[in-house]
């Protein structure tokens, strides 16, 4: 790989990245969305894996949730970020790539089951305490309606993938002549 454009894709990790810490100081100052907009952060690693690559869109990752944990004051978000928003649509782009639509579905939910047990036992006080659940909500009806969110908001996220590339990426690429 030539110097200049090992420059450039830590360059555009770097912007990713704190577009995405941007974003994140805003959820920590908003009223109310802040789950939303912790999501949203996470487009930013995404682009970065479209953009640049794997390991670009690991180091944006990386950069984004260090810096999170390091300087927002909300620690509960920058830990939502760092744990998920942030690391899922990196590793998103690794498991789709297995192009085993079974297989990658049970890893997805693998995954998203096991940050929400996580967060169910050991980040309770931070992330359960947020949500508007009713007393005695049985564990198993957490399970199913976080996998059922979960499973639309990858839908979600498939088709800003599938927008970004055909509004950004291929058009700054045809642009660029790469």
């Known amino acids: 790989m030539r110097r200049d454009t090992m420059a450039g894709r830590v360059a555009l990790a770097a912007v990713l990245a704190a577009l995405a810490l941007a974003v994140l100081y805003g959820a920590c100052l908003a009223p109310s969305g802040r789950m939303g907009l912790t999501a949203v952060a ?12 794997f390991k670009v869109g690991l180091l944006c990752y990386g950069g984004a949730a260090l810096l999170a944990l390091l300087v927002l004051p909300d620690k509960g978000l920058a830990l939502l970020f760092a744990l998920f928003f942030g ?3 990196v590793l998103k782009a690794k498991i789709e790539g297995l192009r085993r639509l079974a297989v990658e579905l049970v890893l997805k939910l693998l995954l998203f089951n096991g940050a929400l047990t996580l967060f169910g036992a050991g980040l309770r006080t931070i992330f359960l305490s947020a949500l508007p659940l009713p007393e005695g909500l049985p564990l198993w009806a957490l399970y199913l309606v976080g996998n059922v969110v979960f499973l639309i908001y ?13 509004r950004v990426d291929q058009p700054l690429r045809r642009g660029r002549g790469a």
């Open 154 to 166: 990858d839908l979600g996220l498939t088709k800003l993938i599938a927008l970004y590339i055909a």
């Open 42 to 53: 996470g487009l930013f690693p995404t682009a970065a894996v479209i953009s640049g690559g």
């Open 87 to 89: 690391l899922y649509p």
